[in-house]
T-cell receptor, first 113, second 114 residues
Framework: NAGVTQTPKFQVLKTGQSMTLQCAQDMNHEYMSWYRQDPGMGLRLIHYSVGAGITDQGEVPNGYNVSRSTTEDFPLRLLSAAPSQTSVYFC????????????FGPGTRLTVL | AQSVTQLGSHVSVSEGALVLLRCNYSSSVPPYLFWYVQYPNQGLQLLLKYTSAATLVKGINGFEAEFKKSETSFHLTKPSAHMSDAAEYFCAVIPVFGNEKLTFGTGTRLTIIP
């Protein structure tokens, strides 16, 4: 099993550009989530999904969209990038619920100029 | 709403000394609690979790944590620090029922002094 994979590993955007961060898992997990990690702020939940076709907002959803058309994939879309979205983004998955053990991807480091 | 507070953003201990990382939680309903570890340039991985069974929880790499309801604490300890323990540690909380949002603390960076 590859576990949770994220692409790209690094990305530089200009303000106003859009892009999609990819996340995939091969463990047949129902629950998937996106976090951003900023110095001194820990991890903050952006969006999550409890299964294909079901998504909901986390703590910091503004400026981000998600969809979950399959169990395996959970892409995160930045609609119009802003410097405040410079961060490290982590995707995670768990078997069924957020109370289950979370398995994290290696992260995507995003810089918005 | 739930939250966790990690006291001390940086902790340094000598190799072989006791490791103590502090976590206090706030939750209006009984919570589950977790400790995750992040090694440099990697994602997080689970150290241990409290799910309302035993209050003393043993995890990987010799770490353990004790759930104390009266003190609303879930501190992480290891009797003897090893150089490989240098990493960032995150405490996290979620209600047993009610929502699907895991809330993380701000993290504690652990440095081991040779």
């Amino acid at each position: 099993n590859a576990g949770v994979t994220q692409t790209p590993k690094f990305q530089v955007l200009k303000t106003g550009q859009s892009m999609t961060l990819q996340c995939a898992q091969d463990m047949n997990h129902e629950y998937m989530s996106w976090y951003r990690q900023d110095p001194g702020m820990g991890l903050r939940l952006i969006h999550y999904s409890v299964g294909a076709g079901i998504t909901d907002q986390g703590e910091v959803p503004n400026g981000y969209n998600v969809s979950r058309s399959t169990t395996e994939d959970f892409p995160l879309r930045l609609l119009s990038a802003a410097p405040s979205q410079t961060s490290v983004y982590f995707c995670a998955s768990s078997y069924f619920r957020a109370t289950d053990t979370q398995y994290f991807g290696p992260g995507t480091r995003l810089t918005v100029l | 709403a739930q939250s966790v507070t990690q006291l001390g953003s940086h902790v340094s201990v000598s190799e072989g000394a006791l490791v103590l990382l502090r976590c206090n939680y706030s939750s209006s309903v009984p919570p589950y609690l977790f400790w995750y570890v992040q090694y440099p340039n990697q994602g997080l991985q689970l150290l241990l979790k409290y799910t309302s069974a035993a209050t003393l929880v043993k995890g990987i790499n010799g770490f353990e944590a004790e759930f104390k309801k009266s003190e609303t604490s879930f501190h992480l300890t290891k009797p003897s620090a090893h150089m490989s323990d240098a990493a960032e540690y995150f405490c996290a909380v979620i209600p047993v029922f009610g929502n699907e949002k895991l809330t993380f603390g701000t993290g504690t960076r652990l440095t081991i002094i040779p």
